[in-house]
């Protein structure tokens, strides 16, 4: 059974503070990513990994940066953290076989920003 | 750029009734299109799937049919129980070696006993 772990389910951060969101899979997975969830905005693709090191880019990346330096560990960093980064954030995996393979999510971090 | 459009945004039948959930996308590369289900809380999980070379797919009560010459596919849930209730988000890869995928706006499906 596929486990996609996030450390914090909530989260409250003040303007202008650097914010670490964390995510860790269990199955060995090569592919990473990480989505923000808004209200009638569905899922919006951050950023992703394809391996180790690796990095790109997805739809939504201004503000926030990631690193993966082990397989399993995929982090978010907002360096400034603002008001307008308030939301859901969700991590997924999935393995190398493309996108016929399943997204596995996470159970989310919800973040305010005050 | 890429897009999904997903239709309804909200959805409300009573229990035993049919529900249908409509997307189109616009990557003509597109070739595989997953349904999540979001529970309250929760988070989404996949419960159908089908890929461009099928024109239709069942698993019970829940079925996916695509038509790729119009760009759309529909999920449709049969006899739909209270717990059917949640949010259903469709996507569609995108094309190129990532295949990274793309969602819709989600449809809160609401069942009423």
Known sequence: ???????????????????????????????????????????????????????????IPEGYSVSREKKERFSLILESASTNQTS????????????????YFGPGTRLTVL | GENVEQHPS???????????????????????????????GKRPQLIIDIRSNVGEKKDQRIAVTLNKTAKHFSLHITETQPEDSAVYFCAASRGGSQGNLIFGKGTKLSVKP
């Open chain 1, 88 to 103: 859901m954030y969700l991590c997924a995996s999935r393995e190398a076989g493309g996108p016929t393979d399943t997204q």
């Open chain 2, 10 to 40: 909200t959805l409300s039948v009573q229990e035993g009734d049919s529900a249908v959930i409509k997307c189109t996308y616009s990557d003509s590369a597109s070739n595989y299109f997953p349904w999540y289900k979001q529970e309250l």
């Open chain 1, 1 to 59: 059974d596929v486990k996609v772990t996030q450390s914090s389910r909530y989260l409250v951060k003040r303007t202008g503070e650097k914010v670490f969101l964390e995510c860790v899979q269990d199955m060995d997975h090569e592919n990473m990513f990480w989505y923000r969830q808004d209200p009638g905005l569905g899922l919006r693709l951050i950023y992703f990994s394809y391996d180790v090191k690796m990095k790109e880019k997805g739809d």
